[in-house]
Nanobody
Framework: QVQLVESGGGLVQAGGSLRLSCAAS??????????MGWYRQAPGKQRELVAE???????NNGDSVKGRVTITRDNAKNTVYLQMNSLKPEDTAVYYCNVVADVAEEVYWGQGTQVTVSS
C-alpha cells in the first residue's frame, strides 16, 4: 500500500517561510523513485508545478516560484522537502506531493496540504 505523508502546511504572513515535507512508503518504491516534487492548486486554477527533483538531483522549478523555493530529497528516507521563502498571498493554494516510481513510471499523489499566505 502506497502512502505519501505530507506535513508543514499552514498559515504564514507575506514575506515569511514554510517548509513542506513528504515521506513516501510502499513496496512499489523498493524498486526506486524516479522523481519527487510538489504541485499546487489554487481555487479556480489549474494544478501547476512548484518544484521537482529527480533521483540524480536534477531540479525543475515552476516559473512563479523561481528564486524563492529550494527542493531537496533524502533518497534513504524517500522524503522530499520544499523550503519556501518570501511567500506571497498568491502562493496560497493546496500543495500536493507528487512521486513517480521507477516501476512503470507510476504517478502517486498526496492528499494535499493547505498553505495560506496572509497580506
Amino acid at each position: 500500500q502506497v502512502q505519501l505523508v505530507e506535513s508543514g502546511g499552514g498559515l504564514v504572513q507575506a514575506g515569511g517561510s514554510l517548509r513542506l515535507s513528504c515521506a513516501a512508503s510502499g513496496s512499489v518504491f523498493i524498486f526506486g523513485i524516479r522523481s519527487m516534487g510538489w504541485y499546487r492548486q489554487a481555487p479556480g486554477k489549474q494544478r501547476e508545478l512548484v518544484a521537482e527533483i529527480t533521483r540524480d538531483e536534477i531540479r525543475n522549478n515552476g516559473d512563479s516560484v523561481k528564486g524563492r523555493v529550494t527542493i531537496t530529497r533524502d533518497n534513504a528516507k524517500n522524503t522530499v522537502y520544499l523550503q519556501m521563502n518570501s511567500l506571497k498571498p498568491e502562493d496560497t493554494a493546496v500543495y500536493y506531493c507528487n512521486v513517480v516510481a521507477d516501476v512503470a513510471e507510476e504517478v502517486y499523489w498526496g492528499q494535499g496540504t493547505q498553505v495560506t499566505v496572509s497580506s
